[in-house]
């Protein structure tokens, strides 16, 4: 299985990644230390992404498979996206850390904080809604339609609104998160901590996903027995 | 309708909640001219079973299809060969009883809609809001919502509900004269509506 | 599937303008709202980006104290299955994003010329404030009735309706507030590109709301 290789590497990859970003990987010339801060920031804000991605696939299957082969993918689903909603909230944090050390302020809605800020405002939204539809059964249905929705809707914000914004506001074209110069040592460092922090995400996933069986199978164990 | 023959036929209808099985493999077939009664203890699953016979829910298991034999299509969609109605299924109540009947078919004729009202006892309250409606008269009107477009399916669940008994004969011998040339599904625990019935099956 | 489309709507004119309930909520917050924001500023004239900010919040929390009407309504009185049983969901969605037009065509009417009012609002880009303010609401309306129906399907919960709609609408609301600010002080030319953002987005999101309605109204 794929998934126990991934999980396996998980216990090298994170400590090697550890390692690398704090001993190996040379310190930035302006930054100085505080520029290690990427290679945990931009992990934690790339597997927020693909946790929200995989989030709204397996929502987009759960409305497709209507005889339920696959069972609770809207569940799954939802596992993923409170995932990357921890996720996004420890990219956010660290994010906020490194624009206050380059920029001076924590916050400066820049393009990507704002659209980060939106994203969150999304799934807070998702959450609410599935916390409404609680003991419905129509629950995973309007939960999966909704996250279908506010992805569809996202590269508008995503894409097209900072652009508009811009031709109004020329001076907010900061991107933060430019890394220009980055060498050798570096870029192997962030790439190691990108596969460790997805290792680690397949992991939680793999985790909730055994625990959310093991609690089905116990509650239908608790109906049997009626 | 006359020369009109529908077959709907039920193959293998299975309907489970979570593990609880509420109805395994049932098999039947029923043709317009004829009457079919699902009896069976609450939470038996009838209603349930009647959604699903009417296309309005979709079964854990097995299929339901209609057949125009007089030209011996199948068809997919039958939503305008059946008429379904249901303790579930309100009419508007800011609306009159005819603007509910408006509402439900654009292209019933006025005879029709007179011949029905005065049938089920209705005339002169078709202009009163159905917020003013007795539960009676109320069910009698869902009858007539279901039978409005004169489908060759009809599917009533419960249809004596609230009725007193002038409104259970004058049900009866409706169902009557209309299953001469629908076929007619009912849903029931009144004996003298079972009586109409040519056959029937018991849930639970 | 068009005289579907007219029944439907006929029955939620009739039915929404015999109660009048929805409408009355929104003008009613709308009214409140533009009032006590012109009371405590005594008179004093905001800037044209407060201004505008302004309007577009009272616009959009007027819209979202009615917007939801049209599918809670069914859901409360318990005449959603009969309504499923008549027509296709197509014609369905079709007709009550039509209503959710018209209504808010209304709820504007009756806001903005209030707030230019009590605001002591000078628009220097009049046409291009109008249609501003045209196709920002058309935004809001057409992304808000899929949503209305998922509410409706989860109770009809409070403010639920306003936490899912404001996330999906923020580009509509950002585009239309500058947009709006540009023809309150005339600062730069009418910038068309806005308004094409926005009826883009509309057209977006009417279509994904199409696809998506079917799986929210059928249950099966």
């Not at chain 2, 023959?5 to 489970?16: F, K, N, P, S, V």
């Not at chain 2, 109605?85 to 509402?103: C, H, K, R, S």
């Not at chain 3, 949503?147 to 109770?155: D, E, F, R, S, Y």
């Amino acid at each position: 299985m794929l998934i126990r290789q991934v999980i396996k590497s998980f216990y090298i990859l994170m400590p090697l990644a550890i390692l690398m970003a704090f001993l190996w990987a040379p310190s930035a010339e302006i930054l100085g230390d505080f520029s290690r801060i990427i290679y945990f920031h931009v992990p934690l804000a790339w597997v927020s992404v693909l946790a929200f991605l995989v989030s709204g696939v397996l929502s987009a299957a759960y409305l497709f498979d209507k005889k339920q082969r696959y069972p609770w993918l809207d569940e799954k689903a939802f596992n993923s996206a409170s995932i990357g909603m921890a996720f996004a909230l420890l990219a956010v944090i660290t994010g906020s850390l490194w624009a206050k050390l380059t920029w001076g302020s924590f916050w400066n809605w820049d393009p990507r904080e704002t659209s980060i800020v939106v994203i969150l405002l999304i799934y807070i939204a998702y959450f609410s809604l599935r916390s409404a539809l609680a003991g419905n059964d129509r629950r995973g249905v309007i939960g999966s339609s909704y996250l279908i929705l506010a992805m569809m809707t996202l590269p508008f914000f995503v894409f097209l609104a900072p652009r508009i914004y811009d031709s109004l506001h020329p001076e907010t074209i900061i991107n933060a998160d430019r890394t220009p110069h980055l060498d050798d040592r570096m870029r192997m460092t962030l790439l190691i901590s990108i596969f460790a922090f997805t290792s680690l995400y397949a992991y939680i996933l793999h985790l909730m996903n055994r625990a959310l069986a093991v609690a089905k199978r116990l509650e239908e164990e608790y109906h049997a027995a009626d | 309708m006359t020369g009109v023959r529908y077959r709907i036929e039920a193959r293998g209808l299975t309907q489970r909640f979570g593990r609880n099985v509420i109805f395994k493999n049932l098999n039947f077939a029923l043709e317009t001219g004829s009457s079919f009664c699902i009896t069976g203890a609450n939470g038996s699953g009838k209603s349930t079973l009647l959604k699903i016979l009417a296309g309005i829910q979709a079964p854990s298991d097995g299929s339901v299809t209609y057949a125009d034999i007089s030209r011996g299509a199948l068809i997919k969609e039958c939503s305008s060969c059946i008429g379904y109605t249901g303790p579930l299924v309100n009419p508007y109540d800011d609306l009159t009883a005819l603007e509910n009947i408006y509402f439900a078919s654009g292209r019933a004729e006025k005879s029709r809609i007179d011949s029905l009202l005065k049938c089920f006892h209705l005339t002169g309250h078709e202009d009163k809001k159905i917020r003013h409606y007795s539960s009676g008269m109320k069910q009698r009107l869902r009858i007539i919502l279901a039978d409005l477009n004169d489908p060759p399916i009809l599917i009533l669940d419960e249809p004596g509900t609230n009725l007193d008994e002038s409104g259970r004969r004058i049900l009866r011998s409706y169902l009557d004269s209309v299953s001469v040339e629908k076929a007619v599904i009912l849903a029931t625990n009144d004996r003298d509506e079972e009586k109409l019935c040519g056959r029937g099956i018991r849930l639970g | 599937m068009v005289r579907e489309i007219l029944r439907n709507l006929s029955k939620d004119f009739s039915v929404e303008f015999r109660t009048r309930f929805a409408l009355n909520v929104s003008i009613a917050f709308a009214v409140t709202a533009t009032v006590s924001v012109s009371l405590t500023a005594g008179g004093v004239p905001f800037p044209s980006l407060v201004q505008s900010i302004l309007l577009w919040m009272i616009i959009f929390f007027s819209a979202m104290n009615g917007l939801s009407h049209i599918f809670v309504r069914e859901e409360d009185q318990a005449t959603a299955l009969f309504l499923r049983i008549t027509m296709s969901a197509d014609s369905i969605f079709i007709s009550k994003f039509i209503y959710n037009q018209s209504f808010m065509m209304i709820v504007l009417a009756v806001v903005t010329p209030l707030f230019l009012f009590f605001l002591q609002v000078k628009v220097i880009l009049i046409s291009y404030f109008v249609l501003t303010i045209l196709s920002g609401g058309l935004s809001i309306a057409a992304g808000a009735t899929i949503l209305a129906a998922m509410v409706a399907k989860a109770g009809g919960k409070g403010s639920l309706f306003s936490i899912l709609s404001f996330p999906l609408l923020l580009p509509v609301l950002w585009v239309s507030i500058f947009a709006t600010k540009n023809s309150l002080d005339g600062a730069r030319p009418a910038d068309y590109n806005s308004l094409v953002f926005l009826l883009a987005f509309s057209g977006f999101i009417s279509a994904i709301s199409f696809l998506l309605f079917r799986f929210v109204w059928i249950e099966d």
